[in-house]
């Protein structure tokens, strides 16, 4: 596989993903014992996820546009059906997730509970099929990709750089004490 700055600028913005959604789960955690966290962050944090996880549906679309011709194989074909079904149920709960915010913003504390329902539903999604999945490619990717194939993939842009910056600090700005995604490795939780 190569390697160029658009596939490192892509790997950390998945890191910083990981990171936010680590202080967007202290949030929670906080909430749910009773420490009142502002609505501003739950918001903010979700305002993150979105706009990263809109890229990260748009990179994995695009590497999938970029495998289909060359699935030769009823396997190759079954990984990247695979791959559209998982990016489809991801945007749905994304979808969701976002409604349910925009839900809690309007309703204040009687939003809390659909809110909290489309967050479970969202993490079960993220967790046990984006992740789960997400290595299924690579071997497709490691014959196919080039760097300018990686660079297609990234869709790196200043005024998409801009976005994430100003969306992380966001996040750090609103963050209770304990939530600072700064503060998170990226990657699954620890059991």
Request: a neutral charge; hydrophobic letters at 45%.
């Amino acid at each position: 596989m190569n390697d160029n700055s658009s596939k490192s600028v892509m790997q950390r913005e998945r890191m910083r993903l990981g990171q936010v959604r680590k202080s967007f789960a202290a949030g929670l955690e906080l909430q749910a014992k009773g420490t009142a966290v502002p609505i501003e962050f739950f918001g903010a944090c979700v305002d993150y996820i979105r706009a990263s996880m809109d890229r990260l549906h748009a990179q994995d679309q695009r590497i999938h546009d970029i495998l289909a011709p060359h699935a030769a194989t009823a396997v190759d074909r079954a990984i990247l059906d695979h791959l559209n079904a998982r990016l489809a149920k991801s945007r749905d709960a994304l979808n969701k997730l976002v409604a349910a915010r925009d839900g809690y913003r309007a309703q204040g504390a009687a939003g809390w509970s659909a809110f909290k329902a489309a967050v479970d539903e969202f993490m079960d999604v993220y967790f046990n099929v984006l992740l789960k999945g997400q290595h299924s490619t690579l071997e497709m990717q490691k014959k196919v990709f080039t760097d300018q194939d990686w660079d297609t993939v990234a869709g790196v842009s200043q005024d998409s750089r801009l976005v994430e910056a100003s969306l992380f600090a966001a996040v750090k700005l609103l963050a209770p004490p304990g939530a600072d995604p700064d503060g998170f490795k990226a990657g699954p939780p620890v059991a």
